[in-house]
């Protein structure tokens, strides 16, 4: 029987369909292809074939048909995804698990009541005093729990009650919803100061509060916007669907986690953090940034002015906080001590999680933050390293600083000798900080290089520079920056061609993260 339930599901439901309610597949069918939504995917990995119906994924190796996909996505098990499968395409598939299909029943039976009841007047009155526009209150299939004897006759199903949602009699409720659109969580909110003020329901059926968010459902239809607005409350969600805003959704009590901010990666480039103005809204705004750059998601923050948040402030400055935000990377530099070294050791942990690109422009910010001279902190440029017959070497200011470091201070190199000739691409510099390391005087190694008189003269106004007072701190920092330079590129070169090296780029990530703790910078 189970076997011919396999069929009816293979046959009926079209993977496509199913893969692209979680990732966007381009092509032409038979072969699509798209972002991963099963790993953190930067390049197009993910291949579907429509005719044999099946998927693979070049850069986490998953693979199968419908089904397992279901499975994997979801996180549930055969019979569940074979469940989740027929309800959405309508089949009667004998011996799938009843369980999952009562909740799911029970769940809709309720979530029509709570939609019936906030027509009512009472919710609306409550709502109107508190500035809730009931418009969107409904367009979210929120509602009211109403004390009646048709929640009483619902709550007899066992799984209800197994849900909690008979402690939620009276109060607001905000629904959660999975990809297929029916309801699977609740968050209930009191109208009369009772304590918990917010209750949930129990995790089941794919419900769970650390990965579920409020408003996504509804957000994820509106493809007008290439990013979302992130905010902590239920209410927050209306207050910023109201300015116009319809892509927000909300963490709702639970600080925001990885497996939040990978769903949200998957749909949106961009996110906007718009939490409460108060110290504990200033701090998870801050907890959140570096999560979120980890995705390769591009944050920015929306201020709200000290002891508001988005749903009460007014409506046209919330819509100006918004458009406003700054870049996550600029907040993250507010309250930034002085010392460089003591700035370096705050950001460390958020640096060495987030892409390169993003750290460039942090190393950016910093340079600028901190007075340290800008040409230090300069884009690295990403062009291949040239061949050694070529003379002209590409003017690279971190290693000026490293060579005259060593010219100038050759006793303190150890600051810099994690560094490794390897990390540095231009044959003539490598040559320079390798014979200068091992102690050979510059001009020894002017007269070598008499035949590239441009890298010679380089070298010659290295040797009558007077290095500034902050001299070492910043040869360190220059090493680091040279080091991410090298192993970044080849990380890019490397997920670039064709076949990837996965091994070489583990290695190379490993390698920098030693590096970043050997010298206890960035
Ligand atoms: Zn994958």
């Known amino acids: 029987m189970e076997n011919r339930a396999v069929e009816l599901i293979k046959e009926t439901c079209a993977i496509e369909d199913i893969v692209g309610q979680y990732t966007r597949l381009t092509g032409s069918k038979p072969q699509l292809k798209g972002m991963c939504p099963l790993h953190k995917d930067n390049k197009p990995s993910f291949y579907v074939n429509t005719a044999k119906g099946v998927f693979f994924c070049h850069g986490c190796h998953k693979g199968g048909d419908v089904i397992s996909f279901v499975q994997q996505i979801e996180k549930i098990t055969f019979p569940e995804a074979i469940s989740f499968l027929a309800e959405k395409y309508g089949l ?27 027509e009512m007047d009472f919710p609306e009155i409550y709502l109107h005093e508190r500035g809730v526009d009931v418009e969107e209150f409904i367009a979210h299939g929120c509602g009211y729990l109403p004390d009646n004897q048709k929640t009483q006759d619902l709550l007899r199903c066992k799984h209800l009650r197994k849900l909690g949602i008979h402690r939620m009699v009276g109060r607001i409720m905000f629904p959660f919803y999975a990809n297929t659109g029916t309801p699977i969580g ?27 968010l409020f408003g996504l459902a509804r957000s994820k239809k509106q493809d007008k916007n290439d990013f979302v607005v992130i905010v902590e409350g239920y209410l927050d969600v209306l207050a910023v669907n109201e300015t116009g805003v319809r892509t927000c959704v909300a963490t709702c009590g639970t600080a925001l986690t990885d497996k939040h901010a990978k769903k949200l990666s998957n749909i949106w480039r961009s996110a906007i953090l718009c939490m409460d103005a108060d110290p504990a809204g200033r701090d998870a705004v801050k907890r959140a940034i570096p999560i979120l750059y980890k995705h390769g998601m591009t944050v920015f923050v929306a201020e709200l002015e000290e002891g508001e948040d988005p749903h009460s402030y007014s409506r046209k400055h919330l819509a100006l906080a918004i458009q406003e935000a700054r870049p996550g990377y600029d907040v993250l530099l507010d309250d930034l001590p002085s010392n460089p070294f003591e700035a370096a050791s705050q950001l460390r ?19 600028a933050k901190l007075g340290l001279p800008r040409s230090l902190f300069d884009t690295p440029s990403t062009g291949m390293p040239p061949s050694l017959d070529i003379l002209v070497v590409a003017s690279n200011p971190n290693m000026d600083y490293l060579l005259m470091f060593l010219i100038h201070s ?3 190199s150890d600051a810099i000798c994690f560094l490794s000739p390897s990390d540095i691409k231009d044959p003539w510099y490598k ?30 106004k290295l040797a009558n520079t007077q290095p500034p007072a902050d001299f070492a701190n910043i040869a360190v920092q220059a090493a680091c920056l040279v080091a991410a330079d090298s192993i970044g590129k080849q990380i890019y070169e490397a997920i670039h061609q064709e076949p990837t090296d996965f091994n070489l780029i583990k290695q190379l990530q490993k390698r920098r993260l030693n590096l970043i703790k050997s010298v206890n910078v960035f």
């Open 186 to 212: 609740y968050g209930a909110r009191t109208i009369e100061d009772e304590t918990p003020k917010y209750i949930n329901s129990a995790n089941a059926n794919g419900f769970n509060k650390s990965e579920c």
């Open 410 to 412: 050759h006793e303190d």
């Open 349 to 367: 942990p958020i640096l060495m999680n987030i892409p390169v690109e993003c750290k460039y422009v942090i190393f950016d910010k910093i340079g």
């Open 431 to 460: 040559w320079a900080y390798t014979e200068l390391f091992d102690g050979k005087p510059v001009a020894e190694l002017i007269t070598l290089a008499k035949d590239n008189p441009s890298f010679a003269a380089n070298l010659a």
């Open 92 to 118: 009667d598939i004998e011996g799938a698990p009843k369980e999952f299909f009562e909740i799911k029943n029970s769940l809709n039976m309720l979530q029509k009541h709570i939609e019936q009841s906030s």
